[in-house]
């Protein structure tokens, strides 16, 4: 696994755009794998100014969310769907109909994702991390193996995302469909985006830890090409 260590949020953006850039330029039809969260949104601010500045085309690219929460719509202004067309997608010239963003709540719908990405290959996959280690939403004890299915969220999660719903945990949905860590680590790289001094166990348990389902992101250490970029806060007990 690759650590770069930045001064800040904005320097860690402006590094994960950096590697975000070589493979979305690196050749036509790129299939990108996207998070949403507050992780990635000054790295996906980089990705617009750059389609504004200097005319780097999405118009070919492909991309795949992670996950949506379970019994919200689409037009809530919570969904992962309306994240990401505020934060990316309407501000680029990417083809709505190359976006995928996982919807629904049965077996069937999480294989019908599943389907869709076993059509192809994701170049490039972006990942934030729960303070509990969860990528996605597999939380700690997601056998690595799954693919895309419905979880319950934990408390710590609920708690953590009330923040995005008046501060309400009661309001926060209780499940979410999540591409599963089976599919996460079919990807052919992985850029991980982590900052602040909340996020610095989950990060040390990600570099240094055993391998366990107990940190789901530990699984990134049998993964051949993974890029970390993490502020100084959140590397601060490496
Ligand atoms: C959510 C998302 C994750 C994200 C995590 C951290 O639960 N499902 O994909 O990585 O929260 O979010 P943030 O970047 O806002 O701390």
């Known amino acids: 696994m690759k650590v770069v260590v930045c001064k800040d949020y904005d320097e860690m953006s402006q590094k994960a755009f950096e590697v975000m850039k070589e493979v979305v330029t690196s050749k036509p039809g790129v299939v990108l794998g996207l998070a949403t969260g507050s992780s990635p949104v000054g790295l996906y601010k980089c990705m617009i100014k750059d389609h504004e500045e200097n005319g780097t085309s999405y118009k070919d690219v492909v991309t795949y969310n992670l996950d949506e929460y379970v019994g919200i719509d689409r037009s809530n202004p919570q969904s992962y769907y309306t994240f990401m067309k505020e934060n990316l997608f ?9 976006t995928h963003v996982p919807y629904g709540s049965t077996k069937e ?130």
Not at 119 to 147: A, C, W, Y
């Open 90 to 98: 309407d501000h680029i010239d990417i083809d709505p109909n190359n």
């Open 109 to 238: 719908d999480c294989e019908g994702y599943e389907k869709e990405l076993e059509k192809v290959s994701i170049d490039l996959q972006l990942l934030g991390i729960g303070r509990n280690g969860h990528i996605g939403f597999n939380e700690p004890g997601t056998p690595f193996d799954e693919m895309t299915h419905i979880v319950d969220l934990t408390q710590s999660t609920i708690e953590a995302n009330a923040r995005f719903f008046d501060n309400d945990m009661n309001k926060v949905p209780k499940q979410a469909i999540t591409m599963g860590i089976g599919t996460i680590m079919k990807s052919k790289k992985v850029l991980m985006v982590v900052s602040g001094p909340e996020k610095a166990e989950a990060v040390k348990a990600t570099v240094e830890g055993p391998v366990t389902t107990d940190m789901p992101a530990s699984v990134l250490q049998n993964h051949p090409d993974v890029t970390l970029v993490v502020d100084e806060a959140a590397a601060s007990l490496l």
